[in-house]
């Protein structure tokens, strides 16, 4: 265990798995001299040893993903709170540095297949920023296509995954008087075919809980109805197949789910329920 930073509060919200078996961990700080906060990423290799410990301006990072040649891209916000991706090196030296006026902040980066990447925004409802959407850049971070999810609720996040037949899987979490998740397929010309919401409010700000496969995707959350965590199943055509609850019963958020063959999947997050159930 390792604790990094300083004294304020900071927090990394994603994170992925190198290589080298290290990790990449993205986030902010208010320690390195900036009280506004810094963007930070910080990497280490499969031996603990730090790669790197570096800031990049005012802002926020919430999700990351690995850069074709080498590197990584980190996506948020910046200074003034306008979306954000930044391209580094393995060293951790900045390559480019884009904003996006129009999207409040970006969350949940991939790699396209054909080249470039694509990430999922955060809105709440500000004036003059696009609603819930998958946004596609060019491997020079270039913005090239923005495919709006046609959601109408207040505040909306989307987290996304490449499908496997073209386009891309989002879901996340939508809120007006009350939160629920959605789930909703966009192609590859942009076209939404079904958007619908679940009992979940799923996928909130960043968080990575949501796969794809050749026969659907799997979306899971915290089911606030009923306490616990929350993973429902649908297929291509947006058919819900199955939805369960993990059995706790208080305030308890899945941060992460990932896939393990055709064994299930995996689910990780945090819990208030007492005992801990294991």
Not at 8 to 16: I, L, N
Not at 46 to 52: D, I, T, W
Not at 74 to 93: M, N, S
């Amino acid at each position: 265990i390792r604790k990094v930073g300083g004294t304020a509060d900071e927090y990394f919200p994603a994170g992925m798995a190198t290589a080298d078996g290290g990790v990449v961990l993205v986030g902010g700080t208010p320690s390195k001299g900036n009280s506004a906060g810094d963007a930070w990423i910080y990497a280490i290799d499969g031996n603990g040893q730090v790669k790197f410990d570096s800031v990049y301006g005012t802002g926020n990072y919430f999700g990351v993903t690995a850069r074709t040649g080498g590197g990584y891209i980190a996506v948020g916000y910046d200074a003034k709170v306008t979306a954000r991706a930044t391209a580094v090196d393995e060293k951790g030296v900045k390559v480019w540095d884009l904003s996006y006026s129009g999207i409040y902040l970006l969350q949940s980066p991939v790699a396209r297949p054909g080249g470039g990447y694509a990430a999922g925004t955060y809105s709440v409802n500000t004036p003059g920023k696009s609603k819930a959407a998958v946004v596609e850049l060019d491997a020079n971070g270039n913005q090239v296509n923005l495919f709006p999810l046609g959601l109408t609720q207040a505040t909306q996040s989307a987290s996304i995954a490449i499908a496997p037949a073209g386009g891309y899987w989002a879901a996340g979490r939508v809120h007006d008087t009350q939160a629920d998740g959605f789930v909703a397929r966009v192609l590859g010309d942009g076209t939404v075919p079904f958007k619908k919401i679940i009992g979940l409010p799923s996928v909130d700000e960043s968080f990575q809980t949501l796969a794809a496969d050749a026969t659907g995707c799997l979306v899971g959350g915290a089911a606030t109805a009923s306490g616990g965590f929350g993973v429902a199943r649908f297929d291509n055509n947006g058919v819900q197949l199955w939805a369960r609850n993990y059995g706790l019963t208080k305030d308890d958020v899945a941060y992460k789910l990932a896939p393990v063959g055709a064994a299930g999947f995996v689910l990780a997050g945090y819990t208030t329920s007492t005992p801990v159930e294991t």
